[in-house]
């Protein structure tokens, strides 16, 4: 079951190991101090179905390294308890049955310092692997390795996403914790937005071969792209509450079909998290949103987030413009005069979330980690003020359904010509 360092996007560097046990040590403490302002009840609750508990998050990406590191490659290794294999899959058919991922939230058992006991266990034992395995063993599961830091940084912000939503059913809307740390905070943006001329003609796009990258990032290949412009920045509250008021909700003709069937059937009058104010006739610009901070005014100045695909198609319509294919945006990327590419807001693209030519998945169990995916979800660029630093790089491929909207996504706009 092991994964060739060429097929996971790395090769083994000399000095590599001391750097990834640094590396590990971070990424796991994150993880724990994500969940630290949460008591042992708010861990256990799950919301919804597409949601997961935090203490779920914290016993799967140790199950992770547990099954897909320490227990095919450390001899002798002794799992914590056998029987939460079948607790904390989530989707590896390869490696046993799962519990039913709408019934997370039931796991009252194990209680959280347990599972704070299984990561401490895990931790050791990987810790122990990468300072006494030989070369050709390191050599070999290195790549592993920093796939499930990766895996564990994406679940860091499925934690802050998750509780999110968990605390925005509670009608007491508390906030995850006063946010002083800049990087968890939407920034303001300077308006006018400034259109910028995309590149045209026979574009490179994908994974470049350097530092990590998934699966689904491969093949390098090359697209050709059609005279295009695309904002350098993304749409705002302020700018979203204008399609909000003049009847964006209300208007069949700016929406998908599907879309539209959701709007009525879900009764959607605004992104997720904002809240009316009592006066129905106030503009949309005195609404508050929800975040995890608590419930704030809404700031006019940054940019909208916790859309739908259809919502950010049909703001697009209604806006004269529409969405970026995930090729122009990742062409776009590298000019001069873009913002807010991937600190902000996931960026809903015009592309759905398919393989790209010649596309192979890795091999052994984690053959199972994105290709299988690839049908019925479209693509997001960029990142959010919840994707750890680092994570995130140009080629990255987020996807998601596209009813999704408790993710920090927003939209940037496209146009079809020149400048």
């Not at 964006?248 to 700016?254: D, F, I, K």
């Not at 919502?311 to 806006?319: M, Q, S």
């Amino acid at each position: 079951m092991s994964l060739n360092p060429s097929t996971a996007g790395l090769r083994p560097v000399p000095g590599a190991r001391s750097a990834l046990a640094e590396r590990f040590a971070r990424v796991r403490a994150r993880t724990l101090a994500l969940a630290a302002p949460l008591s042992a009840e708010d861990q256990c609750v799950q919301s919804m179905p597409d949601a997961s508990p935090t203490k779920w998050h914290l016993a799967h990406t140790s199950w992770f390294f547990e099954a897909v590191v320490l227990g095919p490659h450390v001899p002798g290794y002794e799992a914590f308890e056998p029987r939460w294999h079948h607790l904390f899959n989530s989707y590896y058919e390869a490696l046993g049955p799962r519990h039913p991922r709408p019934q997370r939230g039931l796991l009252t058992r194990p209680l959280l310092p347990s599972v704070h006991r299984y990561r401490a266990h895990v931790e050791a034992a990987v810790e122990q692997f990468m300072a006494t395995a030989d070369d050709a063993t390191w050599d070999a599961v290195h790549p592993l390795l920093e796939l499930g830091l990766q895996h564990e940084e994406q679940h860091q912000e499925l934690i802050l996403t998750d509780i999110l939503h968990v605390l925005s059913c509670n009608p007491l809307l508390p906030a995850y914790e006063p946010l002083e740390q800049p990087a968890l905070r939407l920034a303001a943006s300077t308006p006018p937005v400034a259109w910028v001329q995309g590149p045209a003609g026979p574009v490179r796009i994908g994974h470049t071969g350097e530092g990590f990258g998934f699966d689904n990032e491969t093949p390098r290949h090359t697209v050709w792209l059609q005279p295009y412009r695309i904002a350098d920045r993304l749409v705002t509250c302020g700018e979203y509450a204008d399609f909000v008021e003049d009847g964006g909700y209300r208007t069949a003709s700016l929406w998908l079909s599907d879309g539209w069937a959701l709007v009525q059937s879900q009764q959607w009058q605004a992104p997720l998290y904002w809240i009316a104010p009592d006066n129905p006739r106030a503009p949309a610009s005195q609404w508050q949103v929800f975040g995890l901070d608590g419930v704030k005014p809404i700031d006019p100045h940054a940019p909208v987030t916790h859309l739908s695909f259809y919502e950010a198609a049909a703001f697009a319509e209604w806006a004269g413009a529409r969405l970026p294919t995930e090729a122009e945006w990742e062409a776009a990327s590298e000019l001069p005069g873009m913002r807010q590419l991937a600190d902000q807001a996931w960026q809903w693209t015009r592309s759905s979330y398919d393989p790209y030519p010649g596309y192979r998945p890795w091999t052994g169990a984690v053959a199972e980690y994105n290709g299988k995916f690839m049908v019925g979800q479209v693509v997001l660029r960029g990142g959010s003020v919840a994707t750890p630093p680092g994570h995130a790089r140009r080629s990255y491929r987020n996807f998601f359904p596209p009813a999704a909207r408790w993710q920090f996504s927003g939209l940037r706009l496209a146009k079809d010509g020149a400048c």
